[in-house]
């Protein structure tokens, strides 16, 4: 049995998702099976057996499903920064020793300092570690929300220790980041402060602009050192708490504050009782008297740290369990009454802060505090954004990936019903129209389709592989179109296999190694059989043989009868015919290629050994037999994954998917075999015949695919339906949660429920699965949730200018079978107007604050967490036991409501549901026969692939009779004469302007060697004159006549009749070469490749020469001197030039070629 690679072996990146997956059920069947043979051994031993219990190696609860669990912080094992550590040892003698010395020695101690530094941010966050930040930047959010920020890491907001004498112990610990948010008028720095020679800056080393003044960033910070923040504090009116780096090289970026509202930020505040003069008493909130030192208690409960099951989501499905810190703001953004009012949210250091005295000196103005992150975004006032809302849009945009409704009716309205009518089921189908260029360089415009596709399109009749791509073409009839969905896919497959220079490598090392042994192998086959072919061991074995009939021949006898047999000898043996395109060469090397890729797509056993004949395939959990089929294996599923197909090819149109909709799609299974065959032809180079090879490297991936994994217990999945979300919920909530769950009951139900789940553009959330929504025993209900760790906060319900309204949910500190959370513990409201004389104090202790003109707009932290805990503690007396306000209560607390999308009832997937007509196709590629030979002419096919060619269909028409082939415009036959020039020019047409010659390839001088078979001839047509560079001529088209006709004609002709691929030109791409089969002749025709040019021209200054190969010419047998005629169409001068060059045979009696 093969054996189970570790999770950390597995191939990495791209298909992670479902290859975790795997390797968990493969695991969990392996320990299923070992409990059951431990349970039988221990029932049979008369022993009791317990199933042994897995534990978490980060020492955390495991988690159930749909749960999580909030802490209050997660403490690093050493604190960032300076550290010292001390090593006391103390030496003793044993006591041996002491009672042979006469002296008794007394205990010595040493004692050794060392000092070290702990790396540990300071003035930058580590790259990635911000998970994500809510209000999205640029995005709108209502004045209660709390911004927060979400880090992958969960001890970053503790790194560095803020209170040096916090108890160890406490349940609590301020950490050293605080998030804040302001308004752009509390940041901006007037431009006294900015510019001129009394600007604070002026001691720094900040940059200035032409007029001496300093520019403030778009978050409003400024970059400083350690010397700039140094000179600011000796200067006196810009103070700061930015301690000096632990790298001097390093920089901060700093915001600066008002002393007002920074004084207001390290200020405690008491709750006072007043009794007023009608008995009644109230509560006053001030600043705590005789205050020495700045107070940042308040900060440590806003950060705290989520454990979370990120199974479904975006961005964190490569955990199995995420562990996030979260930082959120005490300070509410920017109010207003009915106003949008822009906000911008800094994530500051706390370091410092704390040695900072009060009251703040009188001349200082601001207060510069260290930034490490920043974004924008705009507050509204409150109800101008709802969550809810913004799930219950997609509600109403439910349907297929397509064009939209309203534009179909419209294509299906129109004059001509017939033709709008299947214009219309072509956008039903998800085609669009794009603008096509031929090969012969018109435009026009043709059918296009991605593919992710409305509905399952049938197998085309494609009935070989491709060599050029341009052959799966499909022609709509009924519209004059062509289909290039196929043809775009075959290209878009070679192009990114040349892009991926491993997977080119090992597909080219693999085939070549492949096409050499099986060539071998299949010339051995053929020969075998007559006894032409031995092996070593063969020979070996006649040896005795051929030694008795050596003999036999040196008898007199044996002679005679030898003379009799002689007799009876045929005069000639006929050779064996070894050639690349034998058929029988050719059938045998495929039936060992077949072999052969199927043992390198096998596994290794436990003992590293290879099986021989591939009876257990390589599932990407095993050990591989060969690299090469491992990179190709997994970039080919990478690929029906469509990882690395851009956006471009999997929506064709962006109308497809409009803002704020869900679009359900098939995976185009004609569209990803196309796209396959064209990576695999990379290394179809050897001959004409060895896309054999191509075939069976197919047949090996399908037979991949369709054999159940004995580990798994299901075959491998590929996707074949999917969903695309278009939403700003996709920006704000980037690790966006999608389940789809498999029923028990369901076929091969341990499978991954999602196959790829990413973003892949802006607010753009792709999902692929293997089954389709809406079925109950495959899929009975799709959703999509909220993410636990970017959960939003806010202060309370609404919050305006004047008003708070508020509201406690219920907490529990036990465990119990059943929570209620559904309605709110306690309700309040909060109003402004009592701010000043006070609160009623049986509503208890105000929980925010207000100030002057809306310039504070914080939590109370200490009075908001003492009402919070009486209230849990009167309200819930069995349920919340706790006498402290902790962090993670205080994150419970503070969140909103997490919201779930469903799709499972039939009227949201009525758009989607599949017809009754719609078969899904086979898994797997196609598996489609050899190519054709370039003279084979398939039946024409109405709406359906082309015939598969091994190379480009030739611009040639073969037939002898008169007239333009098909891509021709239906124009006359030029004939060989001169036009009349018009009489009001003055251009003389008795010199040709270009100067022409022929040659065959291998003759470049002399004749033209014929009779040794196909020739490749080289016309060069070149400028004659360089003084034509300096002249306004206008090249229209250059006709070229070769004789043609028998060897016994008077006419000296060069061939009888044309059957080549058809002429190509050399290096001028502004022109294209057509030929055509006239009866006397084989006209050439040399004209500009774009429209405008065919009829205006090409000015002669751009155009050197414009040279071309005709090749396979079967030129006759003779030595003649043949008269090759040509006509020079000019646009400008109008005039048309005639002439002919000669070229001479030489018959070659050299042997001829076979």
Known sequence: MATLQTEEALPGGLRFLTLQHAHQVAKSRAQSTEATAFTALAVEGDEAASDPEEEDKSGLKILEDGHQRLYSYFPPRLDGGKQTITVTQEITIDEAKKEKDEKDPKPETKTTTKNFLVQAPQFSLPDGCVNSVNPAPGGLAPAETLPHIVFNDPHLPWERRIDKEEDEARRERTPWLALLVFSQDELQLPNDILQGAESPFSATSLAKDSQGTVKQSPDFALTLSGPDVQALNQQGSIISPIPQPDDPESKTTAIFLQTKLFQNLITTYEQKEKTTEDGKTLMITSPKEDQAAADVSRFKYFAHV??????????????????????????????????????????????????????????????????????????????????????????????????????????????????????????????????????????TSSFFRAALVPTIPPEPAWSSMSRCGSDLQILDRDTGMMDITYSAAWQLGKSLAIADAAFTTALVRLWNGVYGICLDGAKKDKLSPINAHKSRKQVLQSLKTSLMTLNRIQDPQSQEESHTLDAQRPLAKEGVRLALDDAIIVKKGEERAERLIRRLAGSKDEEGKEYPHGEVLYDELNACVSAEWKMILGWIINRMYLFGVPPAYLIADPTFAPQESIRFFHVDGNWIDALVDGALSLASHMDEHDDYIRRRIKGAINTYLETTNPVTGYRPQIPSYGMILRSDLVTRFPDLKVEAPIPDKAYEAGRAPILRQQIIGDGLLLCLFDRVPGQDDEMPVLSITQPPHQQTFALGDALTPDLLKLSYKRTYTVEKDEYEYAEALIEKTIERQHETPGHPAESGPPPFMWGDQSSCRFILADAWAQDVVSTLRAKMPLDFTDTAMTSSVAGFQLGMPIYRFCIGDSESLKPVKLSLDAKPRPRGLQMLGPMLSGLEEPEPLAMAAAAVLDRPSPLVTLKLESGPPPHFRNT???????????????????????????????????????????????????????????????????????????????????????????????????????????????????????????????????????????????????????????????????????????????????????
């Open 306 to 443: 989520r454990h979370v099951k990120t199974a479904g989501m975006t961005t964190s499905y490569q955990y199995k369990d995420g562990l996030f810190s979260v930082i959120l703001s005490h300070r509410a953004g920017p109010l207003s009454v009915d106003q949008k009012v822009p906000a911008v949210v800094h994530l500051v250091s706390l370091e410092g802060w704390k040695d900072m005295s009060l009251p703040l000196p009188s001349s200082a103005q601001y207060v510069a505090v260290s930034s490490l992150h920043s974004w924008s975004y705009t507050a509204l006032p409150t109800g101008g954004v709802s969550l809810k809302a913004e799930f219950e849009k997609l509600k109403d945009n439910i349907g297929l990936l397509r064009a939209p409704d309203a534009v179909m009716t419209k294509m299906e309205a129109g004059s001509n019903k017939t033709l709008a009518a299947k214009l219309g089921k072509r956008l039903k189908e998800g085609y669009t129209m794009q603008r096509h260029r031929t090969r012969t360089g018109e435009l």
């Open 972 to 1154: 006359p036959t030029p004939t060989i004469k001169t036009l009349d020039i018009a009489q009001d020019q003055h251009h003389t047409a008795g010199k040709a302007e270009f100067a022409y010659a022929a040659h065959a390839i291998e003759a470049p001088f002399g004749p033209l060697p014929v009779g040794r078979g196909p020739l490749d001839l080289i016309f060069t047509v070149k400028r004659s004159d360089e003084q034509l560079l300096f002249k306004d001529y206008w090249i229209k088209r250059i006709t070229i006549r070769l004789p043609r006709g028998s060897k016994k004609d008077e006419t000296a002709n060069l061939l009888e009749n044309y059957h080549g691929p058809g002429p190509t030109m050399l290096s001028n791409l502004r022109f294209n070469v057509l030929a055509e089969n006239t009866p006397t002749s084989l006209l050439i025709q040399l004209q500009p490749r774009s429209r405008k040019a065919r009829g205006e021209g090409v000015l002669i200054s751009r155009v050197e020469e414009c040279g071309f190969i005709l090749p396979l010419v079967e030129a006759l047998d003779h030595e003649r001197q043949i008269t090759m005629r040509y006509i020079e169409d000019w646009a400008k001068p109008p005039a048309r030039i005639e002439g002919e060059f000669k070229v001479k045979l030489r018959l070659d009696h050299a042997i001829p070629r076979r």
